[in-house]
């Protein structure tokens, strides 16, 4: 199975875009460890350029980095931040909502578990899904198929989750069509 991750840093640049239409600045959160990111931060450039969008590439590879990393988002003023995935985002997914709710900075993530932890938004595969669709493949070959001969997976059930309240406390008006298209808004 596999997980489609960095693959949508666009769509997530698109929503935030949605939401702040006239941001001048974008910041995109990496891990310069994890090489999966190379390709990924230039597919987002890519579409950032067609969207006339400014992109500022932020790199953290320890939790001690975080703080830094949100000092310089600040002084270039990015006025929203698009977090990659990566297990150190993912396992500090509370320490990074906190620090865009202190420094009331707009963020969307790859899980709905940053949003459920106090960030603004997600967009990602659905962990259920992905989860039920393991299940499944275990079941298959507990019933005798090989596993060479299952095919690779990819999910196919994403997932929009908005949290309100950190919108609220950002002084953020989400758009009615941005609410609509959520599969999840936390209240």
């Given at each position: 199975m596999t997980v489609i991750t960095n693959t949508l840093?666009?769509?997530r640049l698109e929503l935030l875009r949605e939401l702040l239409p006239t941001t001048p600045l974008i910041a995109l959160l990496v891990?310069?460890?994890n090489l999966a990111h190379l390709s990924a931060t230039r597919e987002l450039n890519d579409a950032a350029r067609k969207l006339g969008q400014e992109v500022l590439i932020l790199p953290a590879s320890v939790e001690a980095d975080f703080e830094i990393t949100f000092a310089a988002l600040v002084e270039k003023r990015a006025s929203a931040l698009v977090v990659s995935d990566d297990a150190l985002f993912?396992?500090?997914r509370d320490v990074l909502a906190a620090l865009a709710a202190?420094?009331?900075v707009p963020a969307i993530y790859g899980r709905r578990e940053f949003a459920s932890a106090g960030g603004l938004m997600s967009y990602g595969a659905s962990t259920l899904d992905q989860y039920y669709q393991s299940?499944?493949?275990v079941g298959r070959i507990l019933r005798g198929t090989k596993p060479a001969d299952l095919p690779f997976?990819?999910?196919t059930k994403f997932e929009l989750v908005i949290n309100l309240k950190t919108a609220k406390a950002l002084g953020l008006d989400v758009?009615?069509?941005l609410l609509a298209r959520a599969d999840e808004v936390i209240e």
């Open positions: 840093w666009p769509k891990n310069p460890t993912t396992n500090r202190r420094h009331a299940g499944v493949y997976l990819q999910p758009p009615a069509p």
